[in-house]
């Protein structure tokens, strides 16, 4: 059973314009949710990351909108930049001592100039 | 060095093969993990290590043998590997459970078995 669910494998959008990338989890324990971005040959790099606490939380064009009644999180990316073209991966975990990240099958942006 | 290090970078190995992925932090962090991204799917945990000790196997078979002599270094011992085992192998640290902050990640070494 995966309790991180990426459902858009792919996602094109043309420069300046806004990335929305989506993340549906199952497991309600979940407390903090995280976005790591990979480039080929390389390992994921941490985003941003939000508590289960808050609904919002932002990083200069980064923003993670999280919804818990819909069990469901995103990530906007304003203005996207040609850089930004990449995996994205949402990730999920229960506590900060001892919870493992959990990963979603990742969602390849593609920014186009 | 800053970071995560892990090497080799890229590594082809038989079925009969014994090799061994090393990955190196400096980030005095105490926690350690491995995982496994094949194509197409999500990042797989493998083993947890905390200060060291294994504190999680997720159902990883045997010919994958990890080792964390102390909180710095993680090592992936491979034995007799199949096919399917091919695929981008990554080493991550956190200072605890990793939570807000997350993990930091290695760049993976890229594993292919003939």
């Known amino acids: 059973d995966q309790q991180v669910k990426q459902n858009s494998p792919s996602l094109s959008v043309q420069e300046g314009r806004i990335s929305i990338l989506n993340c549906d989890y199952t497991n309600s324990m979940f407390d903090y949710f995280l976005w790591y971005k990979k480039y080929p040959a390389e390992g994921p790099t941490f985003l941003i990351s939000i508590s289960s606490i808050k609904d919002k939380n932002e990083d200069g064009r980064f923003t993670v909108f999280l919804n818990k009644s819909a069990k469901h999180l995103s990530l906007h990316i304003v203005p996207s930049q040609p850089g930004d073209s990449a995996v994205y991966f949402c990730a999920a975990s229960e506590d900060n001592q001892g919870g493992k990240l959990i990963f979603g099958q990742g969602t390849e942006l593609s920014v186009k100039p | 060095e800053t970071g995560v290090t892990q090497t080799p970078r890229h590594l082809v190995m038989g079925m009969t093969n014994k090799k061994s992925l090393k990955c190196e932090q400096h980030?005095?962090?105490?926690?350690m993990y491995w995982y496994k991204q094949s194509a197409k799917k999500p990042l797989e945990l493998m083993f947890v290590y905390n200060f060291k000790e294994q504190t999680e196997n997720n159902s990883v078979p045997s010919r994958f043998s990890p080792e964390c002599p102390n909180s710095s270094h993680l090592f992936l011992h491979l034995h007799t590997l199949q096919p399917e085992d091919s695929a981008l192998y990554l080493c991550?640290?956190?200072?605890?459970?990793?939570?807000?902050?997350?993990?930091?990640f290695g760049s993976g070494t890229r594993l292919t078995v003939v």
């Open positions: 991550a640290s956190s200072q605890g459970g990793g939570g807000y902050y997350g993990y930091t």
């Open positions: 980030l005095g962090h105490n926690a």
